[in-house]
């Protein structure tokens, strides 16, 4: 059996941490990861930046529309997720506007975030247009 | 000089903007380097003149500083293979011309009014980005905090940045889903300074003059049909705005409205431009509104309005965006011109609809036709139930103002 391990928590929680307390939390997720890559249980896995990052897309009446935020509706399950590698938000969207659910409920879209062992918490070399149009 | 020097800061600043945004991938690094090119040209153009492209030379003079001011913060490896790409000199961006800095100036416009940021966002990031105007100002006009205003922009720069919103103009297959968004936020901010009448007059209006200047900005890059339309349709609109409002804030409706302080150049200019965009024959509601707005503008008196025209315009609409808010004004339309019978039997059967139950408008033309078919105490409910609804203090003295008035009529 395939199971997926979906990570919840209160992002409060985590802004109130130090620089130390966060650092070492991703250490021992990167510690982790490696302990079920060792015992052959981790097929994949990622963190997710904060949720002021995600946009979800819904389709309906053949109509596409795409809002800011995790609005799916409470009475709305998680059914399924896709990893996509997309150039930006506009290619997230518009991938994620094929996925056949998209007219029934909703897709949440959120970039991935690296876990780094050096705390270093702001990535200045992914501005998404940094070096295209030039 | 010094004059000089801020008449092209108020013309070109934002223009110089969208282009450092672009070669430094990062708001606030663009902001910084706007900046400090500005307080260089303070220091420098008096001795040295001024360059014969103040914008080029603002935009390379502030691409050195930020380079420069990134330099000292980060290593120089790292600084190398962020920024020397091989066409990013500042001798790319001198030579680029006005062309580049315009398209520059579409991708503001379009990043900040992207479907990923939240309505309120996209309103603040245009007011902010591409209008220039200061936090301060833009919470003023939204009676918030410019606390509160300054976190909705910072949230929304962290959202292009870390979910990856491009700074591009869309392609042909999303041009009119993200064209519709942009208009959408512009007619907004039109809407909040023409209609809203509780927060101070004067920001109110600023942001009506915004919305008609990046009306005008846009047309000027982007010449499309809807774009003339709702451009005309904001002419038309506040080519009135003088009249629609006594000395005392109380609203005076359209047939009442003193005609000789409507705004004759603005309303030839918008009428124009509607007449432009009708020719195309790719228009949509924006311009459909224009001319019903047009029309009315035109009429020398009330009792000359064309009815039988705005009839047919709303028809048209009807066949475009057919949302009960425009099935209710074709059926104000329709009373005008068969008489109040015709209108209430239309109006009755959209609140049998439920959609538009809760809106006030919809009960105040209901008791303005049942007013003027002598259904006076079905007329005081459907006032009351206006009354009831509406939010802005304004409307309301008006609704209480007409209860008030039938009370007399029968007493």
């Not at chain 1, 997926?4 to 966060?22: C, F, H, P, R, S």
């Not at chain 1, 799916?72 to 590698?85: H, I």
């Not at chain 1, 969207?93 to 998209?102: D, F, Q, T």
């Not at chain 2, 609109?237 to 409507?262: C, F, H, K, Y």
Request: aromatic share 6%.
């Amino acid at each position: 059996m395939k199971y997926l391990a979906l990570v919840y928590y209160d992002e409060n929680i985590i802004k109130q941490m130090t620089g130390d307390e966060w650092t070492s939390l991703n250490r021992e997720c990167l510690a982790c990861v490696d302990g079920l890559q060792q015992q052959g249980h981790y097929l994949d896995g990622s963190a997710l930046q904060p949720v002021d990052t995600a946009t979800t897309v819904r389709v309906r009446d053949g109509r596409a529309t795409a809002t800011d935020g995790p609005f799916a509706e409470t009475k709305e399950q998680l059914a399924g997720f896709y990893m996509l590698e997309a150039r930006d938000l506009n290619d997230a969207i518009r991938l994620a506007e094929k996925i056949p659910p998209a007219r029934l409920g909703s897709i949440e879209i959120r970039p991935l975030r690296d876990i780094t062992p050096f705390g270093d918490d702001a990535p200045q070399d992914d501005r998404p247009w940094a070096d295209r149009n030039r | 000089m010094r004059k000089e020097i801020e008449a092209i800061y108020a013309r070109d600043s934002r223009k110089v903007l969208a282009t450092l945004i672009r070669l430094l991938g990062d708001f606030e690094q663009a902001e910084e380097a706007l900046h400090d090119a500005f307080t260089c040209a303070l220091a420098q153009w008096p001795e040295e003149g001024i360059p014969a492209n103040p914008s080029a030379w603002l935009v390379s003079t502030g691409r050195f500083r930020a380079i420069d001011q990134i330099r000292r913060r980060v290593k120089f490896e790292d600084i190398t293979r962020q920024l020397d790409q091989p066409t990013s000199t500042p001798h790319a961006v001198a030579d680029s011309d006005d062309e580049m800095l315009e398209d520059d100036q579409l991708r503001l416009i379009f990043t900040c009014c992207h479907p990923g940021l939240a309505p309120e966002a996209q309103i603040a990031m245009t007011l902010r980005e591409v209008c220039g105007l200061t936090t301060e100002e833009i919470a003023r006009a939204f009676l918030t905090t410019p606390a509160t205003l300054a976190q909705r922009i910072v949230r929304a720069k962290n959202k292009i940045r870390d979910a990856g919103i491009p700074y591009e103009v869309p392609g042909p297959s999303q041009m009119s889903v993200r064209l519709d968004e942009v208009l959408r936020v512009v007619y907004l901010v039109f809407n909040e300074g023409y209609s809203a009448t509780s927060g101070e007059q004067v920001s109110r209006y600023q942001l009506a003059d915004e919305a008609i200047r990046l009306g005008r900005l846009l047309l000027a890059l982007l010449p499309a049909p809807e774009v003339k339309g709702l451009l005309a349709l904001m002419l038309l609109q506040n080519a009135r705005r003088s009249a629609r409002q006594t000395p005392g804030g109380n609203l005076v409706p359209l047939d009442q409205q003193e005609r000789s302080l409507w705004d004759r150049a603005t309303i030839q200019e918008g009428a124009a431009l509607v007449t432009d965009a009708l020719a195309t024959r790719r228009f949509g509601p924006y311009t459909l509104q224009a001319a019903i707005a047009a029309v009315h503008d035109e009429a020398p008196t009330a009792e000359a309005t064309d009815w039988p025209q705005i009839v047919g315009l709303y028809d048209v609409l009807m066949q475009q965006s057919p949302t009960p808010v425009v099935a209710l004004n074709r059926a104000v339309a329709v009373a005008m011109r068969d008489g109040p019978q015709a209108g209430l039997t239309l109006i009755d059967e959209l609140l049998a609809g439920k959609a538009l139950d809760a809106y006030h408008l919809a009960h105040a033309a209901r008791a303005d036709l049942l007013r003027r078919l002598g259904r006076i105490e079905e007329a005081r409910i459907a006032y009351q139930r206006a009354l009831a609804l509406a939010g802005q203090e304004p409307e309301r003295r008006f609704l209480q103002h007409r209860i008030d008035e039938m009370g007399a009529g029968v007493a």
